[in-house]
């Protein structure tokens, strides 16, 4: 399986059947190393238990190294997208107010497409990876119906400084909704997810070849269980499509809030006094 055949795999594949693979995989290669044990018939000495210790502490160490060094970089990628989704809320907010100043029918048109376009925003973001296609297509007519509706627009006023505001307005919609799509792909590499399950699957092998008994092998199941949770944990983190661990909405449900509340008959009321 290719790199980016691996990627794709992982973003189809449900979060509970990721969890379920990586338990298997892991309890596998802690058998595999009891079985290991009892084949070359290693038998427990008195003066090898502070060697086996110095092993279990290096290979659990360079492991939590590996592990801090990769939800870093997922955290750092969650983060990336939490911000976009305030900063296109602010976009299309400050957009949707200055369109409040245009004339008719540019002003209900671009209302009306905003609008919309906010929608499908929030609803892109429910959505499973299978049906987001169908939501991205509507999002890039959306984008070209609102740029074509500013050219309408910008035909009135293009000799007022308001215009290069107006425009300025538009193009942050668009050029968030570039930069959204590309934040939710841009994941940690593959290959390091990769290294850091095969390095996994190498401490479970290390703790089921060294920790013999029976109290030492439940406490080698639940550090196990607890490696597999935080791998899992990691992948959900970096990837959204996984729907677990995912950036708020909030910001763009008030905006939706805001606007249901403050239509733009509200902003006439003083337009036409005496």
Request: with cysteine; aromatic share 8%.
């Amino acid at each position: 399986m290719t790199v980016p055949s691996l990627a794709a795999w992982i973003d189809a594949t449900p979060i509970y059947l990721l969890t379920l693979i990586m338990l298997v995989c892991l309890a596998a290669a802690a058998l595999a190393g009891y079985a290991l044990r009892r084949l070359i018939g290693i038998a427990s000495m008195p003066d090898s238990g502070g060697q086996e210790a110095y092993i279990v502490s290096a290979v659990l160490g360079l492991l939590a190294l590996l592990m801090g060094f990769t939800l870093s970089l997922s955290l750092d990628r969650f983060e990336t997208r939490r911000v976009l989704v305030l900063e296109e809320a602010n976009a299309i907010g400050t957009a949707y107010l200055r369109t409040q100043l245009l004339g008719e029918p540019h002003r209900k048109r671009l209302n009306d497409l905003l609008v919309t376009y906010l929608d499908n925003r929030l609803q892109f973001a429910q959505l499973p990876p299978a049906r987001q296609a169908e939501a991205l297509a509507v999002d890039d007519r959306l984008l070209t119906d609102i740029w074509a509706a500013t050219a309408a627009a910008f035909d009135d006023i293009r000799l007022l400084e308001f215009s290069t505001a107006y425009l300025d307005s538009i193009n942050a919609v668009i050029d968030l909704d570039t930069s959204r799509r590309t934040a939710r792909s841009a994941h940690v590499p593959a290959e390091v997810f990769g290294l850091l399950f095969f390095f996994t699957l190498v401490t479970g092998s290390v703790l089921g070849f060294v920790l013999t008994g029976p109290r030492r092998q439940v406490a080698a199941g639940l550090l196990l269980l607890l490696m597999a949770l935080a791998l899992i944990l990691m992948l959900d983190i970096d990837r959204p499509t996984l729907d677990l661990v995912t950036e708020s909405q909030e910001p763009l449900l008030s905006l939706r809030a805001s606007i249901a509340a403050a239509p733009p008959e509200l902003y006439d009321k003083w337009r036409h006094a005496s």
